[in-house]
């Protein structure tokens, strides 16, 4: 009896924990504007979903760089992928090739970055990494969304951090 009550007591504090700290974790949302709109997604269904939730994991992924009690709202109005895709005869999903030319990644976006309901940052921009095959990336070449990621890397270092990186 007595192992319950210790039990219920310290679920009750868990959860007044969780209740109060609530306020001061940063999060990150994601929306997207007309998705099936953008210029470049792959046209299988769920490479499609694979692309947009891989964006959307790694914008909250930075997200734990934010200060506590941050939060930002970003939507992406389109994407165009590292590469050109390129149909593949006898089947539904495209081989990407990347010649390093004109067919660098771009995504849209807009964003507001708050701090206790106050607006801290917005605006609206249009990310590219112009150089994409020419630097180095952190990314493994077996990541597919690697020059992608690099690319939203150093927009949050800049536009939303300032360069400057919680030591969390």
Do not use: C
């Not at 997604?41 to 692309?51: A, F, K, M």
């Not at 734990?64 to 593949?88: F, M």
């Amino acid at each position: 009896m007595q192992r319950n009550t210790k039990r219920k007591a310290r679920l009750w504090l868990a959860a007044a924990l969780l209740a109060a700290a609530g306020g001061a974790i940063a999060g990150v949302t994601v929306d997207y504007t007309d998705p099936e709109k953008f210029i470049d997604l792959p046209r299988s269904p769920h490479e499609r979903d694979r692309v947009l939730k891989e964006v959307r994991d790694h914008f909250t992924k930075l997200g734990n760089d934010l200060p506590a009690g941050q939060d930002l709202k970003v939507t992406i109005s389109d994407i165009d992928l590292a590469g050109w895709a390129e149909p593949r005869r006898w089947s539904t999903d495209d081989v990407r090739i990347m010649r390093g030319g004109a067919d660098w990644p771009r995504i849209d976006l807009t964003y507001t970055l708050e701090q206790n309901g106050q607006v801290l940052r917005s605006g609206k921009d249009s990310l590219k990494n112009m150089m994409y095959q020419q630097r180095i990336n952190r990314y493994t070449s077996s990541d597919p969304m690697r020059y992608e990621k690099q690319m939203i890397d150093d927009w949050f270092k800049t536009a939303i951090t300032g360069g400057q990186v919680s030591s969390k």
